[in-house]
Nanobody
Framework: QVQLVESGGGLVQAGGSLRLSCAASGRTFLSYTMGWFRQAPGKDREFVALVTASGSGIVYADSAKGRFTISRDNAKNTVYLQMNSLKSDDTAVYYC???????????????WGQGTQVTVSS
């Protein structure tokens, strides 16, 4: 069992940056692949990025490549999403999620945070 709490969302101008954090409770954090997903109004939730349990494997959605960086600090039970060069299309609620094993499909993730709103003004 793991509980996830996101933070770091907010309002930013296009071209700006934000860093999202996801703090996990529980001693099994090291077992989990951590993913970031987002959901814009009227759209399905979509994959953004994931990092494997060891931190050695990272996958990005095409929309995130070159602009977003996912990382994890296993000593702090925290995963981060650094978002640069933000665009209005990045406006969404961002969720972190955890699962054992690697997947980019949201339905494969067992644990979810409550989400944090990111709004990019143009």
């Amino acid at each position: 069992q793991v509980q996830l709490v996101e933070s770091g969302g907010g309002l930013v101008q296009a071209g700006g940056s934000l860093r999202l954090s996801c703090a996990a409770s529980g001693r099994t954090f090291l077992s989990y692949t951590m993913g970031w997903f987002r959901q814009a109004p009227g759209k399905d939730r979509e994959f953004v990025a994931l990092v494997t349990a060891s931190g050695s494997g990272i996958v990005y959605a095409d929309s995130a490549k070159g602009r977003f960086t996912i990382s994890r600090d296993n000593a702090k039970n925290t995963v981060y999403l650094q978002m640069n060069s933000l665009k209005s299309d990045d406006t969404a609620v961002y969720y972190c999620a955890a699962r054992v094993g690697i997947s980019t499909r949201d339905r494969d993730y067992n644990y979810w945070g409550q989400g944090t709103q990111v709004t990019v003004s143009s």
